[in-house]
């Protein structure tokens, strides 16, 4: 176990002001001003930087980036540390400079060219040694030197064995952690996907849940389950609910299986900080519970599991300036203090924002592996995707051959790629069979025991390890086929899972079709546009633009559809003038302009009949293509009216059917000083305007337009009689005792 | 989490099984459901206490107390599930003073009924074959219940009951002094038995091994003439001992469908049937101080009937009825409903007056409200829409969510439904909500309607509502 120094001991130089980084090549000068715009402009180009204003505008650019940041010393690098905004290091960039004085003194001579040289010159203890005494700041930098060959030769020789209840990590092997995520939380569904996983070799890293409510019964309950559901099987891993720390902790002190602590990371304090609500202070509190009170006690050497992947900085506001790649290995250094039993790379979830398509998504995989092995960490990798962005499978799975080659502790197993609470494509047990047959990997040891008796594996004659009768069979964890059949009835994208579904590792062509069938429809959706002339027939809208121009700026600035741009027909939209109606419906396409298509029809009539009704004054509807929920503010703001009910697409996942689902958000304007105190006292925002009741899944398989309508209704009514919505709606609707 | 709960008073012992269940939303159909009962506690059979010709109150209560105590559980927590008085001590004249008895102990959605045999059967059914019948989806599962009064037979597909039906036969028709075969005490049944078959005997008489083999064969004849089809041409006799016909498809037992079928068998001798064949025999004769044993031992020898019985078992046997009580006998509503106030939950034993739908005439809505409007505490009403008997989105638009309540609403004024009576709206789709806010003007027009929706169509007479907890409503029907 490792002992936390002490954040105020991490000796970290003092900031100095930004110098100018130049270079003459071929008769032309180029220059970058301070190391962040260096580090920037070395990357390859990727979303999030070029939004950010930090991509290279050319190869030349870059190249000339890179030929600086090469002849820079790693003592220079060292002595510059990466400030905020506000010119302070913050906690994230403090604690990557708790290293190995010693292996620092060793290379701190060094430009970093010549440390590049020497990581493709070492052994696999020799580059542990180097990755020991650097920050995360110069590992991205010597990513951004790297090419594709090169990150994938020195991650390869590196191993990292981290052992819980079970070990993982050895070279030869391929692990994976099981996601059985279920949109409701239903125990049964987990169980569903658990045995799904379980019987294609899968889960030997970790089985470990996404909750859709996080709340301490909630998160204790599917531990329990997941425990329960590890007994059972015998199935030799450990569990973990992805909760947020603060509320894993609380289950932890409730009795529940906390086995190992999860916590999701960003690079920067002010990120981590009220994004994630956690702080260097909580990290090292749930380490030091965990080391006394985890649930697999002494036998865990670690326990606890990080989440990371380039862009949560840039999509939140909050990277200071510094680019995804380095934001990102600065979350590594912050990983490293905890010594972890796993950390998982996300790169590619959030979407075209920050990354676009499949070249970026892939490079920021090699990358993120790369400095995560350099920095020490078992890293498992999620080269995932969005509907909304141009990464697809094709671009997924070319990733995961290239991260197998550079020996990735683990993927993840998502049922048949499609998660079902997340609404994004990851790996899947059979991609991740796929990779051991052709990279010639196995399982975790542990785990490979049990499988094999379990006849999931077998050793053939010459001693190689090959798929056995049972693999992809769930009906071996079941008492009865009624049992299998119920389990599957409530697990969604499920096309087919059942041993003659399977074409060797992968599923057969059939159920592949069919996940892709959906997956495009989704897409489709996305792509989808509001139908102005159609929805004009089903009332008297006036049309609202936002700054977002065209579907492109849509997708790749979220923030745009947040904001007011001009009216159509002339005329500036800040020109909407108060009204002071009681509400204001909008609608739009947000994510999905099918989904307004397919329930506007039935949900207007029903929830016009009952606002008026009601006898509610109404401004005239809304319509507002390439909107995004918080447009619902700007909105209400210009109308000066109480209430906004905001029809809006949702993003679309692995169900066609689900491409149509739309959201309502009741959004109360707080108008009244009043209840704006009221409000800011209960949330702790003492700037709050606005308050949000949601009603989501209004879609055929969830809640029928038709009677969402009536819902609606019924909410609106509620937040203008307690003036009131979200939380403190219901905590006023039902006290509590 | 919500407590069911199951009593089963039977001709001969009574029983309590007791689970817990959470109520979740199906992911794939958005439908509220329970998952996973969990069963933590299944009392062991007890004699049902007579106190002569009359049910023994205070016994009985007593019992409950005992296993609700044993339990641990507080009675007003159990939210579903129901009790049932059934086969002979359903005949007695205190059983449905019983049944209010029990109803006053548990709790308010739960239940409590009395001589109700086809529920009675659709409930073993569930709580013994039901999983045997999931697991072997092309067989034809006929399940006969066999306890001291009745044989509740069940005809199930896939987990689903088709039909049900009841014969007066049990072991317990004949009481004797255990250990022999002297009489002491001949139900009226027996009595018409004894009569057709020519048996001079009287209680204090001892009956010989032809005597019983002459009853047990007029017992397995009947059951397999019910099974046959045959009811038609039943003897006075036989039509004497049919409670319920059995209604079955008339080519189910050809042979050449006959393989397709599997006969399973439940109850306390159904109980006695498997032990039988799992090679034990009785020590000495009438152990039960019934012909249990003998009926029993003839169900075995019966080549028709016991040729699956081997191979074949369900579960729970003695206890099937208040398994399937417990975990069967009661829905959940929708997490949208039209319910004006809470406090008009819950409601008790309203009866299920009729369906309707939008096909339905206007004069048909209005003379089933009229029906509705002289029952003083309220009734019920089932809906269903056009297209494959659902009413739900796909198969409804706005448009005739809104022509359909427009008619009903129409009829509640022109039939002059009373303002302070109750109507239940009992709804398949997901629509209630918007139904119930249409038919009253958006809760303007006076009347006191409730609909709830997403509540499957059964044949039954009667229906309790529970009281609305975490916004769904628990739902259990009885009287079929």
């Known amino acids: 176990m490792r002992k936390l120094t002490p954040l105020a001991e991490i000796h970290v130089p003092t900031p100095k002001a930004d110098e100018w980084y130049r270079l003459n090549f071929n008769g032309l000068d180029h220059g970058f001003l301070g190391l962040k715009k260096l580090l920037g402009a070395a990357d390859i180009s990727k979303a999030g930087d070029r939004n950010a204003g930090l991509a290279a505008h050319s190869e030349l650019e870059r190249e000339v980036a890179r030929t600086i940041l090469s002849s820079l010393s790693v003592q220079h690098l060292f002595d510059r540390p990466l400030t905020d905004d506000s010119g302070l290091v913050d906690s994230v960039m403090r604690v990557n400079y708790a290293i190995n004085r010693d292996a620092f003194a060793e290379i701190s001579a060094l430009s970093l060219g010549e440390v590049k040289n020497l990581l493709l010159r070492s052994d696999g203890a020799g580059i542990k040694r180097i990755g020991s005494g650097l920050t995360g700041v110069t590992a991205a930098a010597l990513a951004k030197i790297m090419d594709t060959h090169e990150l994938i030769y020195v991650a390869r020789k590196i191993e990292h064995i981290t052992k819980a209840r079970t070990r993982i990590g050895l070279r030869k092997t391929l692990a994976s952690r099981l996601q059985p995520n279920h949109p409701t939380d239903d125990l049964r569904g987990m169980t569903c996907l658990t045995y799904l996983g379980l019987s294609v070799g899968s889960g030997d890293a970790l089985i470990g849940v996404n909750p859709a409510v996080d709340t301490v019964e909630n998160i204790s309950a599917i531990l329990v389950h997941l425990d329960k559901l590890r007994r059972s099987t015998k199935a030799p891993t450990q569990i973990c609910v992805l909760g947020h720390m603060k509320t894993q902790l609380a289950c932890l002190e409730g009795g529940a299986p906390v086995e190992i602590m999860f916590q999701s990371l960003a690079g920067t304090e002010r990120s981590n900080l009220t994004e994630f609500d956690i702080s260097v202070e909580l990290l090292d509190l749930a380490y030091v519970t965990m080391q006394k009170k985890g649930a697999l006690g002494p036998q865990a050497e670690q326990f606890m599991y990080f989440e990371t992947g380039q862009g949560s900085e840039f999509t939140y506001g909050k990277h200071n300036g510094i680019d995804m790649t380095t934001a990102e290995a600065l979350c590594y250094g912050l990983a490293r203090r905890y010594d972890p039993f796993m950390v998982n790379n996300v790169t590619g979830f959030i979407g075209p924002e920050t990354h676009l398509d499949n070249f970026e998504m892939i490079a920021a995989n090699l990358q993120d592996h790369f400095m995560g092995k350099l920095l020490g960490l078992p890293m498992g990798m999620a080269p995932c995707y969005t509907l909304h962005s141009k990464i697809g499978l094709e671009g997924q799975q070319m990733a995961t051959e290239l991260l197998t080659a550079a020996g990735a502790t683990f993927f993840m197993d998502v049922c048949l790629n499609t998660d079902r609470m997340l609404a994004y494509f990851d790996t899947s047990g059979h991609d991740n069979q796929t990779l051991r047959e052709i990279h010639d990997k196995e399982p975790a040891p542990d785990y490979l025991v049990w499988a094999v008796e379990r006849g999931i594996f077998r050793r053939n004659g010459d001693g190689h390890l090959v798929r056995g009768e049972n693999w992809g069979n769930p009906r071996m964890f079941c008492q009865t086929n009624a049992e299998l059949e119920d389990l599957l009835r409530l697990t969604p994208s499920v096309p087919g899972f059942s041993p003659k579904n399977h074409a060797g590792p992968r599923p057969t062509n059939d159920v592949m079709r069919e996940i892709r069938r959906h997956q495009a429809v989704g897409r489709a959706a996305i792509q989808s546009k509001l139908d102005l002339a159609r929805l004009s027939r089903v009332a008297d809208f006036r049309v609202v633009k936002t700054k977002a121009v065209d579907k492109a700026s849509h997708l790749n600035h979220p923030d745009f559809g947040a904001e007011l741009g001009i009216a159509i027909g002339g005329g500036n939209a800040t020109l909407l003038t108060p009204e002071h109606t009681d509400i204001q419906i909008v609608v739009s396409d947000g994510l999905s302009a099918d989904a307004v298509h397919h329930n506007i029809d039935d949900l207007f009539p029903i929830l016009l009949a009952g606002l008026k009704a009601k006898g509610f004054k109404l401004g005239q509807h809304i319509l507002a293509p390439y909107g995004r929920v918080k447009l619902a503010e700007p909105i209400a703001k210009a109308l000066g009216t109480r209430c906004v009910i905001l029809l809006i697409g949702e993003r679309p996942g692995g169900s066609a059917l689900a491409s149509r689902s739309l959201s309502a958000y009741l959004v109360y304007h707080l108008l009244d000083q009043d209840e704006q105190l009221k409000a800011a006292k209960f949330s702790g925002n003492d700037d709050i305007r606005f308050e949000y009741s949601v009603l989501s899944n209004i879609y055929e398989a969830g809640i029928p337009a038709v009677e969402a309508g009536s819902v609606i209704v019924e909410k609106i009514e509620q937040i203008l009689r307690y003036r009131a919505a979200g939380n403190r709606l219901e905590s006023l609707i039902n006290p509590s005792p | ?480």
């Open chain 2, 1 to 480: 989490m919500i407590i069911m709960a199951g009593f089963d008073f039977g001709t001969t012992t009574s029983s309590a099984v007791f689970a817990r269940a959470a109520v979740v939303k199906n992911g794939i159909t958005g439908v509220m459901e329970y998952a996973t009962p969990e069963v933590f506690f299944a009392a062991e059979p007890r004699y049902t206490p007579y106190l002569e010709d009359r049910i023994d109150e205070a016994a009985l209560a007593g019992y409950i107390d005992a296993w609700l105590a044993a339990a641990n559980i507080n009675p007003k927590d159990a939210s579903a599930g129901g009790a049932i008085v059934t086969g002979l001590a359903a005949q007695k004249e205190n059983s449905s003073m019983i049944a209010s008895l029990i109803r006053a102990r548990i709790g308010d959605a739960v239940v409590a009924t009395a001589n109700d045999p086809s529920l009675e059967s659709w409930l073993a059914f569930m709580g013994s074959a039901r999983e045997l019948s999931r697991e072997l989806p092309d067989q034809s599962i006929i399940n006969l219940d066999i306890g001291g009064g009745t044989t509740n037979m069940a005809l199930g597909v896939n987990g689903e009951v088709r039909s049900t039906g009841c014969l007066f036969i049990g072991a317990r028709h004949v009481q004797v002094t255990p250990g022999t075969y002297q009489i002491q005490a001949l139900s009226p049944y027996a009595k018409h038995l004894f009569s057709h078959l020519g048996l001079v005997k009287n209680i204090g008489d001892s009956l010989s091994k032809p005597d019983v083999d002459s009853i047990v064969g007029f017992y397995l004849n009947l059951m397999r003439r019910a099974l046959a089809g045959q009811s038609t041409d039943f003897s006075d006799c036989e039509a004497l001992h049919e409670q319920v016909p059995f209604s079955l498809p008339p080519d189910l037992f050809h042979p050449s469908n006959r393989a397709a079928v599997t006969i399973t068998v439940s109850g306390g001798v159904g109980e006695l049937v498997y032990r039988a064949m799992a090679g034990e025999s009785p020590t000495g004769v009438t152990p039960f101080g019934d012909l249990g044993w003998d009926l029993a031992l003839g169900l075995v020898g019966d080549e028709w009937i016991s040729s699956s019985l081997k191979t074949h078992v369900p579960k729970n046997m003695g206890r099937a009825t208040a398994f399937g009580l417990a975990l069967y006998n009661t829905e959940v509503s929708g997490t949208t409903v039209y319910l004006p106030s809470e406090s008009i939950l819950p409601l008790r034993d309203l009866p299920v007056l009729g369906r309707i739908s939008q096909d339905s005439s206007p004069a048909d809505i209005i003379k089933l409200l009229e029906l509705a409007a002289k029952s003083r505490t309220g009734s019920a009403i089932q809906v269903h829409g056009r297209i494959n008997g659902q009413v739900n989105a796909g198969a409804n638009s706005a448009k005739e969510i809104q022509m359909f309540s427009t008619v009903i609403a129409n009829a509640l004024r022109n039939s002059g439904y009373p303002h302070d009576r109750t109507l239940v709206l009992l709804i398949n789709g997901n629509v209630g909500k918007t139904f119930g806010s249409l038919i009253t003007s958006w809760g303007r027009d006076p009347f006191r309607l409730v609909v709830i929706d997403e509540i499957s169509l059964r044949a039954a007479n009667f229906v309790n509502i529970g009281r609305m907890t975490h916004q769904i409503i628990p739902v259990s029907f009885y009287g079929m």
